[in-house]
């Protein structure tokens, strides 16, 4: 079974501070990388997208991706109480049956951001 | 525009019953993916359907199927269920088949506990 690998956590940043979530996958031909965000209670929602290597801006989240370290990452500036959430990682890879791509996502790491 | 609407909420079965829980996408979207989640084992992929076709299949066992109705509605169902079914099961949708890359848009999740 392929796998999406994430630190679980707990991570705890102050607010305004620089969050960084790490995650790695094995399958390396791997094209379409994810990262959701996961409210107590709530449902996963997309929060970036990311397809070619380098990073991909969007407000105040950053992903990078590194296809031959097979690594990807998100950065979140300036962080918020509100930021405080369960992220994950999401990558499209082979599925089990080996007969196509599925999203697979990591177990999640845990962000709080401190007052 | 409407979201992933999933149905039930909530629902509690014994073991050795069947459950049969719904999800209708996103308008226009076609492909629908279900996932099981449950604190221990993470967002685990349990199939897609596209276009009424079954396109992919996590590694689940046969007590678990789906079908998709040409109005692109889903519908899962675990028979004889077993008291580690007990989770939230998470349908998503998405404009493009995941083999495609695409993103996926999560309903509310339907939260089953097996007593």
């Known amino acids: 079974q392929k796998e999406v690998e994430q630190n679980s956590g707990p991570l705890s940043v102050p607010e305004g501070a620089i969050a960084s979530l790490n995650c790695t996958y094995s399958d390396r031909g791997s094209q379409s990388f994810f990262w959701y965000r996961q409210y107590s209670g709530k449902s996963p929602e997309l929060i970036m997208s990311i397809y070619s290597n380098g990073d991909k801006e969007d407000g105040r989240f950053t992903a990078q991706l590194n296809k031959a370290s097979q690594y990807v990452s998100l950065l979140i500036r300036d962080s918020q109480p509100s930021d405080s959430a369960t992220y994950l990682c999401?990558?499209?890879?082979?599925?089990?049956?080996?007969?196509?791509?599925?999203?697979?996502f990591g177990s999640g790491t845990q962000l709080t951001v401190l007052p | 525009k409407a979201g992933v609407t999933q149905t039930p909420r909530y629902l509690i079965k014994t073991r050795g019953q069947q459950v049969t829980l719904s999800c209708s996408p996103i308008s226009g979207h076609r492909s629908v993916s279900w996932y099981q989640q449950t604190p221990g084992q993470g967002l685990q992929f349990l199939f897609e359907y596209f276009s009424e076709t079954q396109r992919n299949k996590g590694n689940f066992p046969g007590r678990f199927s789906g079908r998709q109705f040409s109005n692109s509605r889903s519908e899962m169902n675990v028979s004889t269920l077993e008291l580690g079914d007990s989770a939230l099961y998470l349908c998503?949708?998405?404009?493009?088949?995941?083999?495609?890359?695409?993103?996926?848009?999560f309903g509310e999740g339907s939260r089953l506990t097996v007593l």
């Open positions: 998503a949708s998405s404009l493009e088949h995941r083999g495609r890359g695409g993103e996926l848009f």
């Open positions: 999401a990558v499209n890879m082979i599925s089990f049956s080996g007969s196509a791509r599925q999203l697979t």
